[in-house]
């Protein structure tokens, strides 16, 4: 009776046309949309952690019970974004954030080079694993979840913990544990059948109600960008309007859920595409699922937002958006102040700010319309391909599968995000 019930949504939100018997007919063949939910993962997502780091994740990820590999993913990619040179305005230090007085009593000599250096990874990520499962095991007594006593005893110290019996009532420490907790699903690899997202649908919607708009390489919809729209612009947007905000940049919403395999694939969720496919801090495009192997996306430059499809060689994975994860991530259009500084970003914003100032016109669009964070990560050159563009919404079709007349003019081939 639910499953009707959520079919009955779906044709309600989305229509009679095209999308709508797409997007129902893929719900359909998935299945049984209430049962078979995830069980506990047992490692990491597909290129979730940078291919330099997974193996030493993996390994002191599993130091101690309370500690996971994607509980210890989550941490470093909340303190550094996986940068190992990122320095914070508190004077915390590499990938994994540590203060000079913190690194001096618990940072170890992961790799036997007999230095101990809070620059180098190999050192980093040991040190913050066995900080970890030091602090658990002053806690191991409390009452409680293990982990999330131990992440509590990590941002307000054991003390805290072991006096309140459990996480204190400080609501920086609580939102710190939840933090972690809601990301850590985005860095582990789903052991079972993920459940569908409420608000797909919705958000499939606002997307194609976009269809048609011209591309604008930094554009989030706004009135003095006409509405335009890169092409994380579009997704961020398109989930604001179901309530869940999205990081601005491509590689950040990323991990904003749990990732479906290929195979598993829902309208609503995520796609994501890179030349590097072994870690999703190179991923440089995103579009929306809709089902039948297509997606809707802004491409590049030049084009419109349109269908395209999802099975091309540079295809990275996908993201099956949660308000839990999505909560987690760094807020939309902050990353720069809660993240620790990357002097390479910085230097690149300071250059492009200088170039705004000029009139300087990047990549055949004004400056102004785009933001520091996607220069640095959806910059890019012109797309390989494409074909004609998607005029407008397409008419109805009478089969949930994509037919030639149904997607005449949806681009072929790979994308370059501008």
């Given at each position: 009776?639910?499953?009707?019930?959520?079919?009955?949504?779906?044709?309600?939100?989305?229509?009679?046309?095209?999308?709508?018997?797409?997007?129902?007919?893929?719900?359909?063949?998935?299945?049984?949309?209430?049962?078979?939910?995830?069980?506990?993962?047992?490692?990491?997502?597909?290129?979730?952690?940078?291919?330099?780091?997974?193996?030493?994740?993996?390994?002191?990820?599993?130091?101690?019970?309370?500690?996971?590999?994607?509980?210890?993913?989550?941490?470093?990619?909340?303190?550094?974004?996986?940068?190992?040179?990122?320095?914070?305005?508190?004077?915390?230090e590499g990938i994994a954030q540590f203060i000079p007085s913190t690194w001096a009593s618990h940072g170890v000599d992961g790799d036997k080079d007999g230095v101990r250096d809070v620059w180098n990874p190999a050192d980093?990520?040991?040190?913050?694993?066995?900080?970890?499962?030091?602090?658990?095991?002053?806690?191991?007594?409390?009452?409680?979840?293990?982990?999330?006593?131990?992440?509590?005893?990590?941002?307000?110290?054991?003390?805290?913990?072991?006096?309140?019996?459990?996480?204190?009532?400080?609501?920086?420490?609580?939102?710190?544990?939840?933090?972690?907790?809601?990301?850590?699903?985005?860095?582990?690899?789903?052991?079972?059948?993920?459940?569908?997202?409420?608000?797909?649908?919705?958000?499939?919607?606002?997307?194609?109600?976009?269809?048609?708009?011209?591309?604008?390489?930094?554009?989030?919809?706004?009135?003095?960008?006409?509405?335009?729209?890169?092409?994380?612009?579009?997704?961020?947007?398109?989930?604001?309007?179901?309530?869940?905000?999205?990081?601005?940049?491509?590689?950040?919403?990323?991990?904003?859920?749990?990732?479906?395999?290929?195979?598993?694939?829902?309208?609503?969720?995520?796609?994501?595409?890179?030349?590097?496919?072994?870690?999703?801090?190179?991923?440089?495009?995103?579009?929306?699922?809709?089902?039948?192997?297509?997606?809707?996306?802004?491409?590049?430059?030049?084009?419109?937002?349109?269908?395209?499809?999802?099975?091309?060689?540079?295809?990275?994975?996908?993201?099956?958006?949660?308000?839990?994860?999505?909560?987690?991530?760094?807020?939309?259009?902050?990353?720069?102040?809660?993240?620790?500084?990357?002097?390479?970003?910085?230097?690149?914003?300071?250059?492009?700010?200088?170039?705004?100032?000029?009139?300087?016109?990047?990549?055949?669009?004004?400056?102004?319309?785009?933001?520091?964070?996607?220069?640095?990560?959806?910059?890019?050159?012109?797309?390989?391909?494409?074909?004609?563009?998607?005029?407008?919404?397409?008419?109805?079709?009478?089969?949930?599968?994509?037919?030639?007349?149904?997607?005449?003019?949806?681009?072929?081939?790979?994308?370059?995000?501008?």
């Amino acid at each position: 009776m639910r499953k009707f019930w959520l079919i009955g949504s779906l044709l309600a939100v989305l229509g009679t046309g095209f999308v709508a018997l797409l997007v129902v007919g893929v719900f359909v063949v998935a299945g049984n949309l209430t049962g078979g939910g995830a069980g506990r993962a047992t490692g990491l997502a597909k290129g979730s952690v940078p291919a330099a780091y997974q193996a030493l994740v993996q390994k002191w990820g599993n130091l101690c019970p309370a500690l996971t590999p994607a509980l210890l993913a989550s941490q470093l990619y909340q303190e550094s974004g996986f940068n190992p040179r990122a320095r914070s305005a508190a004077a915390a230090e590499g990938i994994a954030q540590f203060i000079p007085s913190t690194w001096a009593s618990h940072g170890v000599d992961g790799d036997k080079d007999g230095v101990r250096d809070v620059w180098n990874p190999a050192d980093a990520i040991p040190s913050a694993a066995s900080y970890d499962c030091e602090l658990a095991s002053y806690v191991k007594n409390v009452p409680g979840d293990q982990s999330a006593n131990m992440l509590a005893a990590y941002n307000a110290g054991p003390d805290a913990v072991i006096r309140y019996g459990g996480i204190p009532p400080y609501s920086e420490t609580r939102n710190y544990v939840k933090t972690i907790r809601g990301l850590e699903e985005s860095f582990s690899a789903p052991a079972g059948r993920l459940q569908p997202s409420e608000q797909a649908a919705a958000a499939i919607s606002y997307a194609q109600g976009k269809l048609g708009t011209p591309y604008l390489w930094g554009g989030t919809g706004t009135a003095a960008q006409r509405g335009r729209f890169d092409c994380s612009g579009l997704t961020q947007a398109a989930y604001e309007s179901v309530g869940i905000d999205l990081p601005r940049v491509a590689n950040d919403q990323y991990n904003a859920g749990p990732h479906p395999a290929r195979n598993e694939l829902l309208p609503g969720d995520l796609v994501f595409f890179s030349d590097d496919l072994s870690n999703s801090r190179a991923i440089r495009h995103v579009g929306i699922y809709v089902g039948g192997g297509y997606m809707i996306d802004a491409p590049r430059t030049g084009a419109v937002i349109r269908f395209d499809p999802v099975d091309t060689p540079d295809y990275f994975g996908a993201t099956r958006v949660t308000q839990a994860a999505a909560a987690a991530l760094p807020e939309p259009g902050a990353s720069d102040s809660l993240r620790p500084v990357d002097e390479d970003r910085e230097a690149a914003r300071k250059k492009a700010e200088a170039k705004e100032k000029a009139g300087a016109d990047v990549g055949g669009v004004d400056a102004k319309g785009a933001s520091a964070e996607d220069m640095g990560a959806e910059g890019g050159g012109a797309e390989a391909g494409g074909g004609a563009a998607v005029a407008g919404e397409p008419s109805g079709a009478a089969s949930p599968s994509p037919g030639a007349a149904a997607l005449a003019g949806a681009g072929v081939g790979p994308r370059r995000a501008d």
